[in-house]
């Protein structure tokens, strides 16, 4: 059997749309979603006051939200300019990422899980830059 680092070696190999970097973000993100999307991250099993809070499955759209988020907290207004060097120019990018490492048996998926949930979430045209609101103007100076 493959070690992790050897099934990433010939992942990259097998697949060279990609950097290693992309993965890399890829599962920095999906740990991001857990950590500041709770709503996402918790789910604790309904009159099982037991229980303790387990990781909830994040759904493709989910994730995609969340390297939207990620890329923006890490990179600030180069985000979409480094995910474009490592290869990643559209949300189904990132499922392609995903799937490649599903497939290598480095990330896990439901039986609800399509490759098609990745597909045009959002568009990286303006997805990854700051919004901005300008003041309203005044009718009067204060002097």
Known sequence: MNSPLQAMRKL?????????????FIREALQYAHEHL??????????????????????????????????????????????ESWGVRSTSDFGELVYNLIRIEQMRKSDSDRREDFDDVYSFDGAFEPDFALPKPTDTLDI
Do not use: W
Request: hydrophobic share 30%; charged share 25%; proline share 7%.
């Open 38 to 83: 709770p709503e996402l991250s918790q789910a604790v099993a309904a009159n099982d006051s037991f229980s303790k809070p387990r990781p909830r499955h994040i759904t493709g759209q989910q994730l995609c939200e969340a390297c939207r988020h990620y890329a923006i907290d890490q990179f600030g207004y180069l985000a979409r300019m480094v995910l």
């Open 12 to 24: 990259l190999k097998e697949d060279p749309r990609y950097k290693y970097e992309a993965y890399q």
